[in-house]
């Protein structure tokens, strides 16, 4: 079976097959899938998803690039889909992009990845780490919030052995999706090889980052044979380990 840790199926790039596409994830072995929250739109609209698919569940929160105009009166809003909603297992995707310079501000993304860091520990949440051009930042902030003390995962992972380490040891998994087929992405693969498979976590960030043979098409789970079977070939296993171990991560990073 097939864990599907990270995806946003709420996007409108799956307005016209959703559906079918959803039905075809139970087909093809797709058993649970997370669907995460990117703004507080897409928040409310994952916990939509997930109250009408039972193989459905819900990440809430707001993306780095989405927190310009965040106020407590959404964080209070995020803590009550929480508290309401008992398929809702994580706060994601939050963290920090510096890609785009200061667009928002660097104080205002620390100021509510801080923020949503306390309510995700404040509720005994795992949390989905968004950290792009920004990895000093994003470990000391986590280091000092002991961020990883109820599990979580660094989605999309590109940073260095070392730190992929590091994280591991602060008790998050390393999400692994279709970069990891990549011919460029070498890092990533070094990092699959290096690190347990006890601690690596399947997701695609569809319709986004589809692997290759599918790369700068729209991407989804149905696409995940292709990332486990990367992972099989570089860590030389069976591809059939890789599903049940990462299958049990995720389990157990969302606490079910």
């Known amino acids: 079976m097939i864990f599907e840790t990270h995806g946003h199926y709420d996007d409108t790039q799956f307005d016209e097959d959703r559906e079918q596409l959803i039905a075809e994830f139970l087909e093809k072995d797709i058993d649970k899938v997370m669907n995460v929250g990117a703004d507080m739109q897409s928040s409310r609209n994952s916990v939509e998803l997930a109250a009408k698919y039972p193989h459905f569940y819900a990440a809430v929160g707001v993306h780095p690039s989405e ?33 785009f310079d200061d667009d928002p501000p660097r104080d205002v993304q620390k100021k509510w990845f801080l923020r949503q860091l306390e309510l ?92 290759v043979p599918f790369r700068g098409t729209r991407n989804s789970a149905l696409n995940i044979p292709y990332i486990a079977e990367k992972i099989a070939e570089i860590k030389g296993i069976p591809v059939q380990k890789v599903y049940d171990q990462t299958y049990a991560n995720a389990l157990k990073m969302y606490k079910m």
């Open 67 to 99: 927190v310009g105009e965040l106020t407590e009166t959404d964080i209070q809003e995020l803590k009550s889909m929480v508290l309401d909603n008992p398929k809702v297992r994580a706060i994601g995707e939050i963290g920090l992009d510096y890609h």
């Open 120 to 211: 995700a520990q404040e509720l005994t949440m795992p949390i989905i780490i968004h950290s792009r051009d920004a990895a000093s930042d994003t470990m000391e902030m986590l280091k000092r919030m002991d961020g990883g003390r109820n599990g979580g995962v660094i989605h999309c992972y590109s940073y260095s052995v070392e730190q992929a380490r590091e994280y591991i040891k602060m008790g998050f998994n390393i999400g692994v999706g279709g970069v990891v087929t990549f011919k460029n992405s070498r890092k990533l693969q070094e990092v699959v090889e290096d690190i347990p498979l006890e601690k690596i976590v399947l997701e695609t960030d569809s319709p986004y980052m589809a692997p």
